[in-house]
């Protein structure tokens, strides 16, 4: 069976985001973040300043955003093994299986 080790995955899924509209990697896509004022109790949500609020950036080869996570490679890879077991009646968990024994559990 041949699945795309999570680099390859990963490579692959640059080169198709470049240009395209990702969830901020500071607001994680909520638009806002975080601060404590001076007395370190009060919490203050502003508008994030690496997306100006809108929760989401033009991808440029940063590396930190969660679309390229582990977790979205699993349940891309997860996903697509299901479409396949359903195709070609093969056993989904073993397919399964035989993804987390080469990358690992997600």
């Known amino acids: 069976m041949l699945i795309a080790t999570f680099l390859e995955w990963r490579k692959l899924e640059k080169a198709y985001l470049m240009g395209r509209k990702v969830y901020c990697p500071d607001c994680h896509g909520f638009g806002e ?33 969660t679309e390229l996570s582990r977790n979205v490679y699993f349940s891309s890879v997860f996903s697509d093994l299901s479409l396949l077991a359903a195709h070609t009646g093969d056993d989904f968990l073993g397919l399964a299986g035989a993804a987390i024994k080469q ?4």
């Open 103 to 106: 990358e690992g559990h997600p």
């Open 33 to 65: 973040t975080e601060h404590h004022c001076d007395c370190e109790f009060c919490v203050v949500d502003t508008a994030c300043g690496n997306c100006d609020g809108q929760g989401r950036i033009t991808y440029d080869g940063i590396e930190t955003i």
